[in-house]
């Protein structure tokens, strides 16, 4: 069974940090690339960032930029978000995808972890 499970949300201050988990079992995980997605309260899906099967690539969206780390350990089948300098906005339901390599649309997607950042 096919399973991606988001772990290390909760409730922080303004300027905090958070270390995000997203733990994968039933699938090849070192044959995909990982992203992390969020979504805030009435708001659509927001792609925040993404890493490729080394870990060599890494991109983010401009809104992250310079704050959230992405990370992986293949031999752990874990992917990681570090969030640093959060801002009230950045307030959302995160989850990891898995997206085979070669294919453009996800695989797999977790149920999320939320984060709520407020004073």
């Known amino acids: 069974e096919v399973q991606l499970v988001e772990s290390g949300g909760g409730i922080v201050q303004p300027g905090g940090s958070l270390r995000l988990s997203c733990a994968a079992s039933?699938?090849?995980?070192?044959?995909?690339?990982m992203s992390w997605v969020r979504q805030g309260p009435g708001k659509g899906p927001e792609w925040v960032s993404d890493i490729s099967i080394a870990g060599r690539l890494t991109h983010y969206a401009n809104s992250v930029k310079g704050r959230f780390t992405i990370s992986r350990d293949n031999a752990k089948n874990t992917l990681y978000l570090h969030l640093n300098s959060l801002k009230p906005e950045d307030t959302a339901l995160y989850y990891c995808?898995?997206?085979?390599?070669?294919?453009?649309?996800?695989?797999?997607r977790g149920q999320g972890t939320q984060v709520t950042v407020s004073s």
């Open positions: 039933g699938f090849a995980f070192d044959r995909y690339d």
């Open positions: 995808t898995a997206t085979k390599m070669g294919e453009t649309s996800p695989s797999y």
